[in-house]
């Protein structure tokens, strides 16, 4: 079955620093591969995403580009801020052609970052 | 458009107890999903709708958690007999999916359940 795997935290950093959670994933087809991150006492916003191999996924700063050939999909911010401190998920979505739509999720890395 | 939104969001029950909750999905979208996320994992996918037709259901949802959606817009997923166990936060997310385009799932806040 399909499965997540994500970079274990928690991740502690200073503001400006470079970030880098890392994500790698196994399933069948051609998924799309997702980041969502989920700050304190919210639900979970979708943060960048990228459909096919090669592609590139940018939102705020952060960075995915989705590698098949390594089927990875790291996340990476140049210089993060205190207001970045939240639960960052990677996920997966079966291709499309199929009847299931659901989203398999890794188990979320806490970031940290201090002023 | 002012997203998914869930009630309620926080729920206390002693073990037993029959839960109810609800979701309002974003009005134009046509799927609508449940997932539960425990304390320092990622949500669990439990079940989704296509419209008022709940199309798969995970292992994960026993005998006594069912969802509904009789219309097509609002869903209530109901837990009978409430375990210790089921604590947890239950998400709701909608996405709107047709022949040629399949849109990304927005996540309501959650409702998070504890049980005594």
């Known amino acids: 079955g399909n499965s997540v795997t994500q970079m274990e935290g928690p991740v502690t950093l200073s503001e400006e620093a470079f970030l880098t959670i890392n994500c790698t994933y196994t399933?069948?087809?051609?998924?799309?591969i997702f980041w969502y991150v989920q700050y304190p006492g919210e639900g979970l916003q979708l943060l960048l995403k990228?459909?096919?191999?090669?592609d590139k996924g940018s939102n705020k700063g952060f960075e995915a580009t989705y590698r098949k050939e390594t089927t990875s999909f790291h996340l990476e911010k140049g210089s993060v801020q205190v207001s970045d401190s939240a639960v960052y998920f990677c996920?997966?979505?079966?291709?499309?052609?199929?009847?299931?739509?659901?989203?398999?999720f890794g188990k979320g890395t806490l970031l940290t970052v201090n002023p | 458009d002012t997203g998914v939104s869930q009630d309620p969001r926080h729920k206390i029950t002693k073990r037993g107890q029959n839960v109810t909750f609800r979701c309002d999905p974003i009005?134009?979208?046509?799927?609508l999903y449940w997932y539960r996320q425990t304390l320092g994992q990622g949500p669990e996918f439990l079940t989704y709708?296509?419209?008022?037709?709940?199309?798969?259901k995970s292992r994960l949802l026993s005998d006594r958690f069912s969802a509904e959606r009789p219309k097509g817009s609002f869903s209530t997923l109901e837990i009978q007999r409430t375990e210790q166990g089921d604590s947890a936060m239950y998400l709701c997310?909608?996405?709107?999916?047709?022949?040629?385009?399949?849109?990304?799932?927005?996540f309501g806040p959650g409702t998070r359940l504890t049980v005594l």
């Open positions: 997310a909608s996405s709107l999916v047709n022949l040629r385009y399949t849109d990304t799932q927005y």
């Open positions: 399933a069948t087809g051609y998924p799309s």
């Open positions: 990228a459909t096919k191999a090669d």
């Open positions: 996920a997966l979505r079966k291709g499309s052609g199929g009847s299931n739509y659901k989203l398999t």
């Open positions: 009005s134009e979208h046509n799927r």
């Open positions: 709708f296509q419209n008022e037709a709940q199309l798969e």
